[in-house]
């Protein structure tokens, strides 16, 4: 599986390379990047305009469905998501306000959105957690209501923030980060989305099988020795962290961390030393085939990735809604 997934990841990476307003053989593609080759157009929109974005895309991709993985296993709930929760909408609204206030510049700017990101990150998912318990029991349709309850609150600050402080030339920033986008990929920036997403990736498989004992509910956790209450606020922050980096260079993105967790477990079940290295790859097959469709379907112009993967995931979210509410009406 993991070989497919990385085949089909390459596959998707040469077709990206070569489609766009600008047609280049694939073949013509696989030469430049094989031989490094640096001069001339085409080589020039392989390298720095195309390629930057793949790799940004691969790594939101695969952060965003990791992200979903283990939110799932931390609320013990199928509808979990970076953007159902409110993480990815509490990171954009960070990242917005860094826009907006015009905080730092350069590496300071650099510094600033990842760390407002990350800090909205984490509150909007301590607030959905909070509000979706009652009583120490979580539902889906508490945590649902919640998510969207925290995401309209976080959409009209946005919203706010943007009527009363935006300039002209700042609109078009913060609608990047409300509607998702890799356009604005550079490989100086890079380093930061890569980095959160192998260091977030390599702690998270070390903690597999504490995540596999949260399924069996916290009472069973606690008797198999693990401190299901510490444990869940540590990866909580650790989740925030690595989507409040990743949102703040690509904008909120959904849906990706609701799919393809749910594909990698039909495929590899449900043990997490086996689904977070699947759903990593599928995630970063999927996103960066969603930008690669999100480029080309209306060339020259350009559909945000985030309509993309909201028209892709809408559909499967219902269905799993209606799904998890017969599933609930049978235990009841």
Do not use: C
Request: zero cysteines.
């Amino acid at each position: 599986m993991v070989v497919g997934l990385a085949g089909a990841l390459v596959a998707v990476s040469v077709a990206g390379l070569a489609l766009g307003a600008v047609w280049i053989p694939p073949g013509h593609v696989l030469e430049i990047v094989l031989n490094g080759e640096r001069t001339g157009a085409f080589a020039s929109i392989v390298w720095d305009v195309r390629m930057p974005r793949i790799v940004l895309g691969a790594a939101v991709g695969a952060g965003l469905a990791v992200a979903g993985v283990v939110l799932q296993a931390l609320v013990r709930n199928a509808l979990a998501d970076p953007f159902l929760l409110g993480a990815s909408s509490g990171a954009s609204a960070g990242a917005v306000v860094v826009v907006v206030l015009g905080v730092g510049a350069g590496v300071a700017t650099a510094v600033a959105l990842p760390v407002a990101a990350f800090l909205g990150s984490l509150g909007a998912l301590v607030v959905v957690y909070a509000l979706a318990r009652h009583g120490g029991v979580m539902t889906t349709g508490r945590l649902v209501l919640a998510g969207v309850a925290v995401q309209y609150v976080l959409s009209a600050f946005t919203s706010l923030v943007l009527v009363v402080a935006a300039k002209a030339e700042q609109v078009r920033a913060v609608l990047f980060w409300t509607l998702g986008g890799l356009g604005a990929a550079r490989w100086e920036d890079l380093w930061v989305p890569v980095g959160a997403l192998v260091v977030g990736v390599g702690v998270l498989l070390g903690l597999a099988r504490p995540l596999d004992l949260l399924l069996a509910g916290e009472e069973g956790a606690r008797t198999l020795g693990l401190d299901a209450g510490r444990f869940r606020a540590g990866v909580f922050v650790l989740v925030s962290l690595v989507v409040g980096v990743l949102v703040a260079f690509s904008g909120a993105i959904g849906f990706v961390g609701l799919m393809v967790p749910h594909a990698a477990r039909m495929v590899v079940g449900a043990g997490h030393r086996r689904v977070l290295p699947v759903a990593a790859l599928g995630g970063a097959v999927f996103l960066t085939a969603a930008d690669l469709l999100a480029r080309t379907v209306a060339a020259p112009e350009e559909i945000p990735v985030g309509v993309v993967t909201a028209l892709a995931g809408g559909p499967f979210f219902l269905w799993l809604l209606r799904r998890s509410g017969r599933v609930e009406g049978m235990r009841s």
